[in-house]
């Protein structure tokens, strides 16, 4: 059953800019397509972005459209998603997980998930 240990979250102002990771380990990584999601209080888990298996094929909320950025290091077993131009609506606990099937928005398309970093955007 494959691990993730995700890191890179942390406080910073609006306008700055994070880089998480997601390392994972126990299963062949490179046979997974990847979701990032997050969670805010009182909020439902919500989709941020996905990456392909192999090409790198990536699909955005429209929310994080054009400021966020996933990409995956196969070799290194890691996922990233870059987040520039960070609001304070960006502030959430954010996870990494393995999509299943179905859609690439919906949680329930997923398996296995990373036990997520926090993430907090000032204003």
């Known amino acids: 059953q494959v691990q993730f240990v995700e890191s890179g979250g942390g406080l910073v102002q609006a306008g700055g800019s994070l880089r998480l990771s997601c390392a994972a380990s126990?299963?062949?990584?490179?046979?997974?397509?990847m979701g990032w999601f997050r969670k805010a209080p009182g909020k439902e888990r919500e989709f941020v972005g996905s990456?392909?298996?192999?090409?790198?094929?990536?699909y955005y909320a429209d929310s994080v459209k054009g400021r966020f950025t996933i990409s995956r290091d196969n070799p290194k077993n890691t996922v990233y998603l870059q987040m520039n131009s960070l609001q304070p609506e960006d502030t959430a606990v954010y996870y990494c997980?393995?999509?299943?099937?179905?859609?690439?928005?919906?949680?329930?398309?997923?398996?296995?998930w990373g036990q997520g970093t926090q993430v907090t955007v000032s204003s």
């Open positions: 997980a393995t999509y299943y099937r179905g859609s690439y928005y919906y949680s329930s398309s997923y398996a296995y």
């Open positions: 126990g299963g062949t990584f490179r046979s997974y397509a």
């Open positions: 990456i392909s298996r192999t090409f790198g094929i990536t």
